[in-house]
């Protein structure tokens, strides 16, 4: 089983900046598929970034041109840098990983979340 924990998350004032670090545990796996989604009270969990194996990413627009989706193969880590942050982007934000195996079977798996609050 792999499991993901993030860190990275805290306050920060606006115009702030903060690096999401999502860590991949155990062996024999890759990840395909990385991204990032959060979730305010009360909203449902929303996209927040997408990183794919091939280089490819995806970004919602609410935070295009201000975070940036990275990954480090050889960690199996996944990092999100915020800048310019802003109030509406306090949430919790959750790692997701789809994985692929040594046998060549994928899986899907989340974090637990880490706090963002950005103060105004």
């Known amino acids: 089983q792999v499991q993901l924990v993030e860190s990275g998350g805290g306050l920060v004032q606006a115009g702030g900046s903060l690096r999401l670090s999502c860590a991949a545990s155990g062996s024999g796996f890759s990840i395909n598929i990385g991204g990032w989604y959060r979730q305010a009270p009360g909203n449902q969990r929303e996209l927040v970034a997408l990183?794919?194996?091939?280089?490819?990413?995806n970004y919602a627009d609410s935070v295009k041109g201000r975070f940036t989706i990275s990954r480090d193969n050889a960690k199996n880590t996944v990092y999100l840098q915020m800048n310019s942050l802003k109030p509406e982007d306090t949430a919790v934000y959750y790692c997701y990983a789809n994985t692929k195996n040594i046998y060549g079977s994928s899986g899907n798996y989340w974090g637990q979340g880490t706090q963002v609050t950005v103060s105004s």
């Open positions: 990183s794919y194996f091939g280089g490819t990413t």
